[in-house]
Structure formats: C-alpha cells, structure tokens
C-alpha cells in the first residue's frame, strides 16, 4: 500500500507540474514544488498554494482524495490489524484451514484428502476426550 501511494505521489505530482508548467502567477516552478504541494495539500488540510489551471486543480483534487483515503486507510487498517490479532488465535487458523479444504473438495488429491480426514478423525477424538473429562470434573 506503501509503494502504490508513493507511485501516486510522483504521478499525480508529475501531472501538476506539467499542468502549472509555464502559467504566469504559479507557486509551483519545479518537479520539487510540486512534490512538496503533494504532501502539503493533503496532510496539512488546505495549508498549500492553490493551483491555477484547471488541469492542475483536477490533478490536486484527485490527489487529495486518493492519497489522504490510501495514506489514513492504510494506518487504520494497520492499526485495526494490531489490535485484531490476539482475536485469530491458533483455533481460528485450524478452522480456517478446514473450511477452506471443505470448499475445495473437488480439486485435492487423494493424498490431500486422506491428510484431511485423519485431521477430522484427530479432531473428534480430541472433542470426545474433552467431553468425557468436562462430563467428569
């Protein structure tokens, strides 16, 4: 996510230049500037120079959009992920891996499907056992 938001950055930085390229009055007078107003228009709300042309304010707008909804939903997605962890424990993975064979019955081998069934059988032994000893204690 990283790498197509920075790809973005130079792009869409790359179009704004060219479009405020030799427009009287403009801030932007080189590839840094408008690198700069890249980081600037979306990360500090409104704090850069407005562009001139038309072209150059479709440009920054589309930025600004794209970049801020990739740039902030990639640390909530991140810090979601951080937090959602501890809640996939080992079980959850075991079930996951289960289910997905079961859906894809059709294309495993007969090898495959021997390894899943004597998974299944291990499992059923493992929930009689814990059944017996909850019935127990």
């Known amino acids: 996510m990283v ?16 479009a405020e390229r030799g ?6 007078d080189s590839y840094g500037d408008a690198l700069y107003w890249g980081v600037a228009a979306f990360s500090t709300a ?9 072209t150059a304010q ?4 589309l930025w600004i959009v794209l970049g801020s909804v990739l740039f902030f939903g990639t640390i909530v997605a991140t ?3 951080y937090f959602m ?4 424990g080992p079980h959850k993975k075991i079930i996951d891996t289960i289910e ?25 032994v493992h929930v009689e056992h814990l059944k017996e000893k909850q019935s127990r204690g």
């Open 3 to 18: 790498l197509l938001l920075l790809v973005l950055w130079l792009t869409f930085s790359a179009g704004f230049y060219l």
């Open 23 to 28: 427009i009287e009055g403009t801030s932007i």
């Open 46 to 54: 409104g704090i850069a120079d407005a562009p001139i042309s038309g």
């Open 58 to 61: 479709l440009f920054g707008g």
């Open 79 to 81: 810090v979601t992920t």
């Open 85 to 88: 962890r501890p809640m996939q």
């Open 100 to 124: 997905y064979n079961l859906e894809q019955l059709e294309d495993l081998t007969v090898d495959e499907l021997d390894l899943l069934k004597e998974t299944v059988d291990a499992l059923i």
